[in-house]
C-alpha cells in the first residue's frame, strides 16, 4: 500500500513537471506568433486595409485591432550602451506596420531620439537604423528614446492608457549629471508637421499631431498651444490633429511652435537638462508645383 502511494505520488509529480515545461517552451512561440500577425509581408498592404477614399486619396487605413501595445525589446531602460549608436528594436501587438513598396506608404512607428523630429521605422522587429544617421555618433551622457504608432498619413494613434507609447532612458559612456527624466510627469510629444509638403497633396490640409501622456486634454484642463510663423497662439482642447487650410499656407517656408499648457494657458515643462520637451519649435516648407522635394524627404 505505501509503496503503491508513493509510487502514484511520484507519476503525479512528474506529469506536472512536464505539464510546466511543456507550457514554458510555448509561451515564446505564441508571443512570436501574435508579433508576426502585426507584422505583415514586407511590401504589401494588409488585406484587410481599407482605401480612404476621397477623404485622402492614396491612403489606406488597417485597425488598430483591439488596443494597441508598444514596448521596446531594446535597448534596455536606464542601460549604458557598449557604442555611441542606438538601435531600437520594438513589440507590438494589436495594430499592423508595413510598408506598400508599389505606393510608398505604409503604416510605421515614429520614434524620438531626446526632442528631436521622428524618424518613421516600418520593422520593427529589426535594429532600427534611419538614414539620417541620427542615431549614430551619440554625445556622452543621457538620452531618450519615445515612440509610437503612425497612420501611413503620420497621424499617431492615441489612446488614452498610453499603453501604445513606449518611453525610455538609456546613457552613452554614463548618465549626464544632475540630469533626470520623471517619466510620471505630464508629456507632449512634437509629431507633425516635418519636413516638405506639396501644396494641397492632402484635401484635409496640412496635419498638426501630438501625443499626450500622463494629461487629459480638455477646456477645463490640460491644453495644446501652437503657433506658425509667430501668429496668435491658438489653443487646443481636444486630443485630435488639427488640420490647417492649405488657403491659409501658400508655398514657402513655415516655423510651428508647440507647448503644453494647463488650465490657465500657463506652460507646463517636461525638462531633460536644458532641454523642454514640453515646448518644441519646427520648421516646415510648403512647395509650389515647380519645385521638387528635397534628397531624404
Same mark, same amino acid.
Given at each position: 500500500m505505501c509503496r503503491s502511494s508513493a509510487s502514484a505520488r511520484l507519476t503525479l509529480v512528474s506529469l506536472m513537471l512536464i505539464a510546466l515545461f511543456v507550457i514554458s517552451c510555448s509561451q515564446p512561440v505564441a508571443n512570436k506568433n501574435a508579433e508576426n500577425k502585426n507584422t505583415p509581408a514586407n511590401g504589401k498592404t494588409p488585406a484587410d486595409a481599407k482605401p480612404m477614399g476621397s477623404v485622402a486619396p492614396g491612403?489606406?487605413?488597417a485597425g488598430p485591432h483591439g488596443n494597441v501595445s508598444l514596448s521596446f525589446a531594446a535597448p534596455e531602460n536606464e542601460k549604458s550602451l557598449t557604442g555611441n549608436a542606438v538601435n531600437p528594436i520594438f513589440n507590438i501587438t494589436g495594430y499592423p506596420i508595413y510598408k506598400d513598396e508599389e505606393r510608398n506608404k505604409g503604416q510605421h512607428i515614429h520614434v524620438i531620439l531626446d526632442n528631436e523630429p521622428y524618424e518613421a521605422d516600418y520593422q520593427p522587429t529589426q535594429p532600427f537604423k534611419p538614414e539620417s544617421g541620427r542615431f549614430e555618433n551619440l554625445k556622452e551622457g543621457t538620452h531618450t528614446l519615445r515612440a509610437f504608432p503612425s497612420r501611413e498619413w503620420h497621424e499617431s494613434i492615441k489612446q488614452e492608457d498610453g499603453a501604445n507609447f513606449a518611453f525610455l532612458t538609456f546613457y552613452v559612456n554614463a548618465k549626464t549629471p544632475n540630469v533626470t527624466v520623471d517619466k510620471t510627469k505630464p508629456l507632449l510629444t512634437y509629431s507633425r508637421p516635418k519636413g516638405e509638403y506639396r501644396f494641397k497633396d492632402d484635401p484635409r490640409g496640412l496635419m498638426l499631431d501630438f501625443y499626450v501622456t500622463n494629461a487629459r486634454i480638455s477646456a477645463n484642463d490640460y491644453k495644446v498651444q501652437y503657433s506658425i510663423n509667430g501668429s496668435r497662439p491658438q489653443i487646443v482642447t481636444r486630443w485630435e490633429p488639427v488640420w490647417i487650410k492649405w488657403e491659409e !499656407?501658400?508655398? %514657402?517656408?513655415? #516655423?510651428? $511652435? !508647440? @507647448? !503644453?499648457?494647463? #488650465? +490657465? +494657458? #500657463?506652460? $507646463?515643462?517636461?525638462?531633460? %537638462?536644458? !532641454? @523642454?520637451y514640453n515646448h518644441t519649435e519646427r520648421t516646415f516648407k510648403v512647395l509650389a508645383d515647380s519645385e521638387k522635394f528635397s534628397s531624404g524627404h
Open positions: 491612403y489606406f487605413s !499656407l501658400p508655398p %514657402g517656408e513655415y #516655423k510651428v $511652435v !508647440l @507647448d !503644453l499648457v494647463d #488650465k +490657465n +494657458n #500657463k506652460p $507646463v515643462p517636461f525638462m531633460v %537638462g536644458h !532641454l @523642454d
